[in-house]
């Protein structure tokens, strides 16, 4: 019998077999597909070793896709190592929950045939997938979902494609809009809105809509696909109403980059009494479920869709199986979006502090003005700083050069509940990009 059970083996997963293993209890982990999940198979990874070859320089674009494979293919070798290291059991195959009371049963359908695993408590870590949006036509090979499309040669090893269409207007379309563009394709993103990357400051989303312009990437508004059709010339037909009508995008691919919605069937789950809905497995803040011993992490839960958020629920459900104490703090979670440049926060915005009737308290400062900016060549963006009246830092967002490096230290400030003044005063390095920071901290110091 083990102690843990963990199905799904991605950030979330892996984490928390590698946490319970090390803690000493004996473990498993069932994983499907191979180790390291969305996250390091068809998502993190895979788009951020293109994004530094394509947007970043680091590499050459001929050897891109390879140079992917071989980054996979090495930290999955490194997942499976520590799952060793920890005396973690791997089990290759796909499980179903077969009972949840008092022992937890799993059902596992591996290449040698199905057995049963039994434990004292379940960690269900199975992860997200993208929203299928019904219209005619989804299912052809031209129409790819943005959670699988990282692993198609045809756009990334290619010249075949050569005009791309991107539904949707959140971070996977995003990033995959940016680098498409620069790959020199031909690309459209079909907004189901008006927006852009809701979920930011409006400040960057300000300037993301300018510079999404500037790149010559074509945006329609409000656009709701009809249905899709092949043409004689290979190319595709995207048909759909749109603000200004009805409207024909002609392209050789459509990406479907909408929302990530929780796995909440195919694995017995809805026999169980374990209390979810549509949005996710429903947990208490030590990830706990209504069932004693069975607890939920990651993007299955519903919450923020982030491979590191997933990680530190993962410590939160171990610690509580071990009679600890963490729970993570979501508002102070870093975000990041790998654009040209690239967009990293924490934190709230400006409008939700003012909606929470917090006297808000606002510092910028500028990469123009930055000397190492300025010697990078990357002087676009800029590091916003809410604050509240006593200068407690709520949020920061950061639009330019390693935004996504930049944000680490804010976080640890919103976490930690620091003032501007506080953070501003710690002695920053120069010449160096973290200075905008500080910059921006000293706006909001009276
Ligand atoms: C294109 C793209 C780019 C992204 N970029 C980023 C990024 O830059 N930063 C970031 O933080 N997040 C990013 N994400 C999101 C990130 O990948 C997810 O938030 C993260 O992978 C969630 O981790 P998880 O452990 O909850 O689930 P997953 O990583 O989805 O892992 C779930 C695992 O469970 C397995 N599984 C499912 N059902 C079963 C079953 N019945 N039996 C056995 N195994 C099963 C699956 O095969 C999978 O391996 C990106 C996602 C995409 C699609």
């Given at each position: 019998?083990?102690?843990?059970?963990?199905?799904?083996?991605?950030?979330?997963?892996?984490?928390?077999?590698?946490?319970?293993?090390?803690?000493?209890?004996?473990?498993?982990?069932i994983?499907?597909?191979?180790?390291?999940?969305?996250?390091?198979?068809?998502?993190?990874?895979?788009?951020?070793?293109?994004?530094?070859?394509?947007?970043?320089?680091?590499?050459?674009?001929?050897?891109?896709?390879?140079?992917?494979?071989?980054?996979?293919?090495?930290?999955?070798?490194?997942?499976?190592?520590?799952?060793?290291?920890?005396?973690?059991?791997?089990?290759?195959?796909?499980?179903?929950?077969i009972?949840?009371?008092?022992?937890?049963?799993?059902?596992?359908?591996?290449?040698?045939?199905?057995?049963?695993?039994?434990?004292?408590?379940?960690?269900?870590?199975?992860?997200?997938?993208?929203?299928?949006?019904?219209?005619?036509n989804?299912?052809?090979?031209?129409?790819?979902?943005?959670?699988?499309?990282?692993?198609?040669?045809?756009?990334?090893?290619?010249?075949?494609?050569?005009?791309?269409?991107i539904?949707?207007?959140?971070?996977?379309?995003?990033?995959?809009?940016?680098?498409?563009?620069?790959?020199?394709?031909?690309?459209?993103?079909?907004?189901?809105?008006?927006?852009?990357?809701r979920?930011?400051?409006?400040?960057?989303?300000?300037?993301?809509?300018?510079?999404?312009?500037?790149?010559?990437?074509?945006?329609?508004?409000?656009?709701?696909?009809?249905?899709?059709?092949?043409?004689?010339?290979?190319?595709?037909?995207?048909?759909g109403?749109?603000?200004?009508?009805y409207?024909?995008?002609?392209?050789?691919?459509?990406?479907?980059?909408?929302?990530?919605?929780p796995?909440?069937?195919?694995?017995?789950?809805?026999?169980?009494?374990i209390?979810?809905?549509?949005?996710?497995?429903?947990?208490?803040k030590?990830?706990?479920t209504?069932?004693?011993?069975?607890y939920?992490?990651?993007?299955?839960?519903?919450?923020?869709?982030?491979?590191h958020?997933?990680?530190?629920?993962?410590?939160?459900?171990?610690?509580?199986?071990?009679?600890?104490?963490?729970?993570?703090?979501?508002?102070?979670?870093?975000?990041?979006?790998?654009?040209?440049?690239?967009?990293?926060?924490?934190?709230?915005?400006?409008?939700?502090?003012?909606?929470?009737?917090?006297?808000?308290?606002?510092?910028?400062?500028?990469?123009?003005?930055?000397?190492?900016?300025?010697?990078?060549?990357?002087?676009?963006?800029?590091?916003?700083?809410?604050?509240?009246?006593?200068?407690?830092?709520?949020?920061?967002?950061?639009m330019?050069?390693?935004?996504?490096?930049?944000?680490?230290?804010?976080?640890?400030?919103?976490?930690?509940?620091?003032?501007?003044?506080?953070?501003?005063?710690?002695?920053?390095?120069?010449?160096?990009?973290?200075?905008?920071?500080?910059?921006?901290?000293?706006?909001?110091?009276?």
């Amino acid at each position: 019998m083990y102690d843990v059970i963990v199905l799904g083996g991605g950030p979330g997963g892996y984490k928390a077999a590698e946490l319970a293993g090390k803690a000493g209890l004996k473990t498993a982990i069932i994983e499907k597909e191979h180790l390291g999940g969305m996250c390091l198979n068809r998502g993190c990874i895979p788009t951020k070793a293109y994004y530094s070859d394509i947007i970043g320089g680091c590499g050459n674009i001929e050897d891109m896709w390879d140079k992917k494979v071989r980054v996979v293919e090495t930290l999955r070798g490194g997942i499976g190592h520590l799952m060793k290291l920890n005396n973690v059991d791997v089990i290759s195959g796909e499980g179903s929950i077969i009972e949840v009371n008092d022992i937890k049963k799993i059902e596992v359908k591996t290449e040698q045939g199905t057995e049963e695993i039994v434990g004292k408590n379940l960690i269900i870590a199975v992860g997200s997938k993208c929203r299928e949006i019904d219209f005619e036509n989804n299912h052809i090979d031209e129409v790819i979902s943005g959670d699988y499309g990282v692993n198609r040669e045809d756009l990334w090893n290619s010249d075949e494609v050569k005009s791309v269409a991107i539904a949707g207007a959140g971070v996977i379309a995003i990033e995959f809009a940016f680098m498409l563009k620069a790959l020199g394709k031909e690309v459209t993103i079909l907004k189901h809105s008006d927006q852009i990357l809701r979920s930011c400051d409006k400040d960057i989303k300000r300037k993301i809509k300018s510079i999404i312009k500037k790149k010559k990437i074509n945006t329609i508004d409000y656009f709701s696909i009809e249905k899709v059709e092949k043409q004689e010339d290979n190319s595709i037909i995207v048909y759909g109403d749109s603000k200004k009508g009805y409207q024909e995008v002609k392209c050789d691919r459509l990406v479907m980059g909408s929302s990530m919605v929780p796995i909440v069937d195919g694995y017995g789950l809805k026999d169980t009494g374990i209390e979810y809905s549509e949005k996710g497995i429903k947990v208490d803040k030590s990830m706990r479920t209504n069932i004693e011993g069975v607890y939920a992490i990651g993007d299955v839960t519903g919450g923020m869709m982030l491979a590191h958020v997933a990680e530190y629920e993962a410590m939160a459900a171990i610690d509580t199986i071990l009679g600890r104490d963490y729970t993570v703090d979501y508002d102070s979670v870093p975000a990041c979006i790998f654009a040209d440049p690239e967009i990293a926060y924490a934190g709230i915005t400006e409008e939700e502090a003012k909606a929470r009737g917090i006297d808000v308290q606002v510092g910028r400062a500028h990469f123009i003005a930055n000397g190492m900016a300025l010697a990078m060549g990357k002087t676009e963006g800029f590091v916003k700083v809410i604050a509240d009246g006593d200068g407690k830092i709520l949020g920061v967002h950061i639009m330019g050069p390693e935004a996504s490096a930049l944000i680490g230290e804010a976080a640890l400030a919103i976490y930690a509940g620091l003032t501007a003044e506080q953070v501003a005063k710690c002695v920053h390095p120069h010449p160096t990009l973290s200075e905008c920071f500080k910059d921006a901290l000293f706006n909001v110091v009276k």
